[in-house]
């Protein structure tokens, strides 16, 4: 920023709360959750929901499994009146489920509030106005600290006073201090204290008392010490429940409401995915699943959170960004290759389920958010030997000998690299056939049978051309592929050694293949090795196709 421009803004003075609690405190469960998703998501969408997309959501937010859910502003327009009527005409809201409407203090908007509750069992409604010296300067025109104090109270008592026109509804009052964050702490508390004056909650009835960072101005240490200040400060702490709503702003609306839970909180308003003005409300499913990561149950399932992201990307028109915490679509994928062999190692380590969870750069199972290992590990330049052996082992069964990982991992990720782009899983498969697999380019394997065979011995025979001469070779050895690096050596193809052999078989019984895979060196510098795979239903053939595979590569690679 330029230096004329730097001087604009002034530094945050942090609140003097010297013995705070909250940092050596721990989570050890969850607070109530409170969608915001219908209201304060919705208000923010560039195009807001319609009645069907509203309802749509509504009843994947109940799936999810939140009972709190703030289904809109219904004195605000037609639409969220007409939605709210819409549930209740038609059944929607579980027994379990309360529905939450927000309503600013003022006459007319709570009497057409309380008119969109008919017939509801349970609700919460909501009442707010802000609080902060800015809002109170600028929005309010210099209203006074009373003045503000007075609309607030006045909403209280009228809403108070409206309960008997709902005699059928279980209501639950809500206030918030709009702009808590930024509003004086000392008056925050006088002005929630005036409201619980008028509306006297108790320990068996409770308020809500909502704390917004409608703006998040300040570091989330910040909030924290806010909130344990207003929970220690405020009058009968027991007859309220102190909730967080927290924005985004400054990107850190999650560890503020994380930091606001462990200073006392025990609600949490927000979103999913962080929906909401500007760079949006906290994301309860990024909390939640933090939670979970941690081994705290929360009552919300995320188990098919691909499901719930399309339901969202469907209604609201937004899009769940691929680096997301949890639902993006790359965040349980590996390009780099440590990180690919550090995944490959931890998962192959994971025999038993019951085991905690513990595996490298992965901070939850994806299984448990019902998305599948598969893109754990994608290929492209930057990825290590380990990342395509783990996907030709778990996508095509290949399950190459440790010593073979770096060849194979280097020659794909050269073509990544060469391409200048991600191989596909099939890419990946396709090269390593054309590289490494049946190779006829040198020698050229035409059939391959046993002459005779005993306990000590086999001899093969083998017909096969040679840079396009046909010719037929015969050689005796312990076993078929030893039999055949005799008659390989007899027609003078001397400089190679056989260093290692291993097969095994893809597929079920009935119509399983054999695959080999063998290495060679060569005579005149062991130090440089080859390897070569064999695929074949009979074994003794896919190993004779690996020998000659490798020794086709050496042929080609050794002069380059
Ligand atoms: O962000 C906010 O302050 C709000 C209030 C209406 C609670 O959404
Ligand atoms: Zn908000």
């Given at each position: 920023m330029?230096a ?19 940092p050596n405190?721990q989570l050890?469960k969850?607070?109530i ?14 195009v ?11 009843k994947?937010l ?7 859910i703030?289904?809109g502003?219904p004195s605000a327009s037609d639409?969220?009146f ?14 379990d489920v309360?529905i939450?409407?927000?309503?600013q ?8 509030t ?6 509801v069992?349970?609700a ?9 010296a ?7 025109s210099?209203?006074t600290?009373?003045?503000i104090k007075?609309?607030?109270?006045n909403g ?7 309960l008997?026109e ?5 209501i639950?009052?809500?206030y918030?201090?709009e702009?808590?964050s930024?509003?004086?702490?000392d008056y ?10 008028s509306?006297?909650?108790t320990p068996?009835?409770?308020m ?12 989330p ?7 344990e200040?207003?929970?220690?400060t405020?009058?009968?702490r027991?007859s309220?429940?102190?909730?967080l709503h927290t924005?985004?702003d ?6 503020a409401?994380?930091l606001?839970?462990?200073a006392?909180?025990?609600?949490v308003?927000?979103t999913l995915?962080?929906?909401?003005e ?7 499913t990024?909390?939640a ?5 941690h081994?705290i ?16 990307e ?12 949890y639902a993006?679509?790359l965040?349980f994928t ?12 931890g998962?192959d380590?994971r025999?038993?389920v019951?085991t ?23 290929i492209?330049s930057?990825s290590?030997?380990g990342?395509v052996?783990y996907?030709l ?5 290949y399950d190459?000998p440790k ?7 280097m020659y794909i990720?050269?073509?990544?690299d060469q ?10 498969q396709t090269e390593?056939?054309?590289?490494f ?8 394997l035409?059939?391959?049978?046993i ?14 051309s040679?840079k396009?001469d ?6 005796k ?5 030893n039999?055949?690096?005799?008659a390989m050596?007899?027609?003078?193809w001397k400089?190679f ?6 097969s ?6 009935s ?13 005149s510098d062991p130090?440089i090795?080859?390897w070569?795979?064999?695929?074949h ?19 080609i690679l050794?002069g380059?």
């Open positions: 330029k004329s421009s730097i001087t604009k803004y002034k530094p945050f003075q942090p609140i003097n709360l010297k013995d705070r609690q909250w405190r050890t969850p607070p959750w409170c969608s915001v998703d219908l209201r304060d998501g919705n208000q923010a969408l560039p807001p929901m319609n009645i069907d997309q509203k309802v749509e959501l509504f994947q109940v799936a999810i499994g939140f009972k709190e703030e289904v502003f639409t969220e007409n939605f709210l009527r819409k549930l209740v005409d038609d059944g929607l809201i579980p027994d309360t939450q409407v927000l309503v203090a003022r006459e007319p908007l709570i009497r057409r309380f008119e969109s509750l008919d017939g069992k349970k919460i409604v909501h009442l707010y106005n802000s609080t902060s800015l809002q109170r300067r600028i929005t309010f210099n209203a600290k009373d003045e007075a609309i607030a109270v209280t008592k009228l809403i108070k006073s409206l008997n709902v005699p059928g509804t279980k639950t009052f809500q918030s201090p702009s808590f930024d509003t004086e702490e925050a508390v006088e002005v929630c204290e005036a409201v619980m004056d509306w006297q909650p068996e009835h409770k809500i008392l909502n704390l917004p960072s409608t703006v998040e101005w300040n570091m240490n910040t909030y924290a010490d806010q909130i200040w207003f929970c220690r405020i009058k009968d027991d309220v429940i102190v909730c924005h985004n400054r990107g850190t609306g999650t560890a409401t994380e606001g839970l462990l006392g909180a025990e609600r308003e927000g995915f962080g929906n909401g500007r760079t949006g409300n906290l994301d309860l990024t909390v699943l933090n939670m979970n990561s081994g149950q929360t009552g919300l399932d995320f188990s098919n959170i691909d499901e719930i992201r399309s339901v969202y469907k209604n609201t028109g937004m899009t769940v960004h691929k680096r997301h915490p993006g679509e965040v590996a390009f780099s290759g440590s990180h690919q062999d550090a995944i490959k190692k998962m380590l025999s038993d019951d905690r969870w513990a595996v490298p750069y992965l901070t939850i199972d994806p299984i448990d958010l019902g998305r599948s290992y598969e893109a754990i590990i994608r492209n930057q290590g030997k990342g052996a996907i082992k778990r996508e095509f069964e190459l010593k073979m990982h770096p060849e194979v991992g990720n050269g073509l990544a391409y200048g782009r991600e191989l596909s899983f099939q890419e990946i390593f056939q054309k590289e697999v049946n190779r006829r380019d040198i020698i050229n035409k059939k391959y049978h002459k005779k065979m005993t306990e000590e011995e086999v001899h093969s025979v083998v017909t096969l040679y396009g046909e010719m037929e070779l015969e050689g050895g312990n076993g078929p592929i039999s055949v690096v005799y050596k007899q027609q003078g400089d050694n056989l260093e290692q052999y291993r095994h078989s893809i597929g079920n019984s119509a399983s293949i054999s695959v080999s895979y063998i290495q060679i060196s060569l005579k130090s090795r080859y070569g795979c064999g695929e239903t009979s074994i003794r053939r896919s190993g004779v196709n690996a020998l000659i595979s490798a020794y086709n590569r050496a042929q050794k380059k």
